[in-house]
């Protein structure tokens, strides 16, 4: 939505609410990390979301992430000065993150599940987030001989923040 205040100003705000699917190296990446400690072979996999033994574990294939986003700011145009002041807030739903080193020997029915192996990891869906901000933009323009000189400052500032975690 805009709404005209005068010639010069003008407020607006948005809502819109959209989702993200896993992406496919979210979904089946698998990887195999090696590491040498005290002559001991140590192995890190990142297992694909896919994989059965998560399925047995209770563990689901992420789903889309869904989001809501907001944002309200104002225009001007001053002739040879415009600028745009827009607030912004964006909630992330069922983010999905690569969990932390899940250690095998402390769970038995893991360690069963993947012989062999120090750790694992997987993408799921485990934290809720919010980004706020603030976007500005202003420009001058400015006549110089036969053309024209726009200088344009723009600049952001944002913060993401976990609301929640699985």
Do not use: C, M, W
Not at 35 to 57: C, E, F, G, H, Y
Not at 71 to 78: E, N, V
Not at 109 to 123: K, N
Not at 144 to 160: I, N, R, S, W
């Amino acid at each position: 939505a805009r709404y005209k205040l005068s010639d010069a100003l003008a407020i607006r705000g948005s809502f819109n609410r959209g989702f993200r699917a896993p992406s496919l190296a979210q979904i089946g990446n698998r990887v195999n990390t090696s590491t040498v400690q005290n002559n001991q072979i140590l192995q890190t996999q990142q297992i694909a979301s896919s994989d059965p033994r998560l399925a047995s574990l209770g563990v689901g294939d992420p789903k889309a992430e869904i989001s809501n986003n907001f944002s309200a700011g104002f225009t001007g145009d001053l002739g040879a000065f415009t600028f745009t002041v827009d607030a912004f807030q964006i909630d992330i739903q069922d983010r999905i993150a690569i969990t932390d080193g899940i250690l095998t020997a402390n769970f038995p029915a893991v360690a069963a599940l993947f012989p062999g192996v120090r750790e694992i990891r997987f993408f799921t869906n485990q934290i809720d987030t919010r980004t706020r901000g603030i976007d500005v933009v202003a420009t001058y323009k400015l006549d110089v001989g036969p053309g024209q000189l726009k200088l344009t400052l723009a600049g952001t500032h944002a913060e993401t923040t976990v609301q929640s975690q699985r």
